[in-house]
């Protein structure tokens, strides 16, 4: 059975850093492209990264070009959100998804909430 | 960006009633290597999204067969059969055909 589970959310001032893990297992971690995609409090879901299976390529959106960095260590079976420079509209629960072979986003973890709060 | 636009934003239905939800996008969705990346989401009250139809009429392992979807190029449906009460929550159409990946607003189902 895939399992993906988020760890390090919580609570940051603006300006802030913060750290997401997420722990895959139940498949071969290394074959697939990895996300994170997120959604603010009563909104709709939003995409956030993408991270390829070796990676090499990354895909950001705009909102968090240049402030957010996605890895993967494939030995671990774990990916990764850095988020730096934190503001208040980066409040959201992001969850990790697996990037299914032609599937798309078929596998979710259950989110971890990230407040960016002074 | 590819913009998804879902109709209606609400749906309240009766139960073993049908429901249908319509997507379009602002551009095509056919890929260069020819498949058309259109998938359908539910997330049920307090849980993680979860695929229910992939490439516009695929259903995901474990969907059951009341879930159809259908379409070609820029239009798109997802159809519920007969509506269980567990079908109750919010239905998302997203795009994998480029980045980034975007979603429609979402389509609260619900029931009369």
């Known amino acids: 059975e895939v399992q993906l589970v988020e760890s390090g959310g919580g609570l940051v001032q603006p300006g802030g850093s913060l750290r997401l893990s997420c722990a895959a297992s139940?498949?071969?971690?290394?074959?697939?492209?990895m996300h994170w995609v997120r959604q603010a409090p009563g909104k709709g879901l939003v995409w956030v990264s993408v991270?390829?299976?070796?990676?090499?390529?990354?895909h950001y959106a705009d909102s968090v070009k240049g402030r957010f960095t996605i890895s993967r260590d494939n030995a671990k079976n774990t990916l990764y959100l850095q988020m730096n420079s934190l503001r208040a509209e980066d409040t959201a629960v992001y969850y990790c998804?697996?990037?299914?072979?032609?599937?798309?986003?078929?596998?979710w973890g259950q989110g971890s909430q990230v407040t960016v709060s002074s | 960006d590819i913009v998804m636009t879902q109709t209606p934003l609400s749906s309240p239905v009766t139960l073993g009633q049908p429901a249908s939800i319509s997507c379009r996008s602002s551009q095509s969705l056919v890929h260069s290597d020819g498949n058309t990346y259109l998938n359908w989401l539910q997330q049920r009250p307090g849980q993680p999204p979860r695929l229910l139809i992939y490439?516009?009429?695929n259903r995901f392992s474990g969907v059951p067969d009341r879930f159809s979807g259908s379409g070609a190029g820029t239009d798109f449906t997802l159809k519920i059969s007969s509506v269980e009460a567990e079908d109750v929550g919010v239905y998302y159409c997203t795009q994998a055909t480029q980045f980034p990946y975007t979603f429609g607003q979402g389509t609260t189902l619900e029931i009369k």
């Open positions: 490439k516009i009429s």
């Open positions: 998804a697996r990037g299914g072979l032609g599937t798309g986003l078929d596998s």
């Open positions: 139940g498949f071969t971690f290394s074959r697939y492209w």
């Open positions: 991270i390829y299976t070796d990676g090499t390529n990354t």
